[in-house]
């Protein structure tokens, strides 16, 4: 199931605003551009689109430029900042019940990686693959959701819990010193530059007792887990999902029918079907998110019309001032001027 196809609780972002709270950020500039105001997450039952969080995430890493800031950001996150979930979880009777109950219920996560879990050997190994998103925002997703979930196996399997390799892909980024505080939480340092994103524990581990088991209250949680999931499914045509995606994708690239397709989980025959049923294309709604972002980039003055394009992934100038005006009908020279 893709993170699309579900709305998610607040809990995440404003967690994510409180964090940059504390290091000077004015809550105006975290919540930019996501249609989101302080007030809205004092509201217990507000519900968010991905594409509001994954925004959010945008900006904090923008203001923050810290090496590792996703590793810090998903420490914070413990069981209660899951309700429901996170409560299902540390009422289960073993280790494995809650593995089992935490990857069926993966949608009512704040995660944006694919989580699933098997065994390997005498190990158990948690993998998330990254989503396909901005490479400076993939890379906080990956590290946020691996990070949290080592806090939350600590958190919900008790003191004799410890991982045995924590590995990311990714190569480590110099000046990350918050590393040498992670192994106090999850018994081991992570491995950068690894095959995959994964967690992994001894499979012994499974069968641990744990020690706030309750099988009244998991039950209780395990049917509001499934009433929440079938609430929050998103009722988004195909035009607003694939919106949501571009709009999310890498700048640099211009995905095609296929991969977006393949993200939302559809066939291309379908999503064509179902965009031509909406009465739209999805070149049309390409062109319509490209021409948005590149807005978005002349609005900023910092920027020049080259490093824009390159930015937008054009091999020059030209290109880039050829597809603006196909989509505007104008030189961006102009776009910038008129503030489009």
Partial sequence: MSFWNFRRSAASVRLLLE??????????????????????????????????????VHNLIRACRQPGL???????????????????LVSSATAADALALALRFIPLTFAFCRISG?????????????????????????????????????????????????TLKHA???GAAL????????GVRPEFGAA?????????????????????????????????????????????????????????????LRQAARTLGLSDRTLKRRLQDEGVSYRVLLAEVRGRQANDLLADDTLSLTQIAERMGFSDLSSFSQAYKRWFGVAPSLGRKSGF
């Fill in 179 to 186: 590393l040498a505080n992670h192994p106090r939480m999850c």
């Fill in 19 to 56: 964090f940059g709270q504390e290091q000077g950020l004015d809550v105006s500039k975290i919540l930019a551009r996501s249609r989101l105001k302080e007030a809205d997450l004092a509201d217990p039952a507000i519900e968010l689109d991905a594409s509001q969080e994954l925004c959010v």
């Fill in 172 to 174: 480590l980024q110099p």
């Fill in 196 to 256: 995959s994103n994964s967690l992994s524990f001894d499979s012994k581990l499974l069968s641990l007792r744990l020690p706030q088991a309750n099988p009244v209250t998991v039950a209780m949680c395990e049917r509001a887990c499934e009433e929440l999931m079938e609430r929050r499914r998103a009722r988004l045509g195909a035009a607003e999902c694939v919106r949501q995606y571009l709009a999310t994708a890498p700048l640099n690239l211009a995905p095609d």
């Fill in 70 to 88: 996703g590793l810090e950001v998903g420490m914070r996150y413990n069981f209660a900042s899951y309700g429901l979930w996170g409560l299902g």
């Fill in 118 to 166: 098997g065994l390997d050997g005498e190990m158990c190994t948690v993998t998330f693959e990254a989503p396909d998103v901005e490479p400076a925002v993939q890379r906080f997703l990956v590290e946020r959701d691996v990070a949290a979930a080592s806090r939350l196996m600590k958190e919900t399997l008790g003191a004799e819990f410890t991982l045995s390799r924590f």
